[in-house]
């Protein structure tokens, strides 16, 4: 890249991307409008600041009321597992913390195909979060995602 070039350029726009296959280098700057277009992402876990201490998995937690699902998504059923007619119900294991958000997860029974699709999809869900002495608490609840052929 001519030095020129690279003094017009500002720091923030300039991407330098450097690819040594065959001996050849390639430059990529990023447009303007792009740089300050914040990127869309999916909200996963909880925008809330402060937490209180998590339970690890398989940890008792004793609560008055375990966290109750007021929001499901519908998980995706992945292509490669419908043409291969797999279908069965994957348990994901969810942590459900104080605002009712899901924050971890872990699949407790698996269906290899469809598993990451049970998870992306429960962690989208919302919950009334669990109570323990009338003060909402995260906790483990575990998640059944079904998947059925028509």
Known sequence: ???AARDSA???TLAACLFL???CTTT???PEAEELAAPQQVQVGCPEPVHQARPVYGERTLVDRLPEATRKVNPEYPETAREARVEGTVIVGALVCEHGRVVETRIVN??????ESAVAAVYQWTYEPALQSGRPV?????E???????
């Open 28 to 30: 990529w700057s990023r």
């Open 21 to 23: 296959a065959g001996g």
């Open 10 to 12: 500002s720091a923030a």
């Open 144 to 150: 059944p995602v079904k998947y059925t052929l028509h």
């Open 1 to 3: 890249m001519r030095a």
């Open 138 to 142: 995260p906790c483990w609840v575990e």
């Open 110 to 115: 698996s269906i290899p195909m469809l598993d």
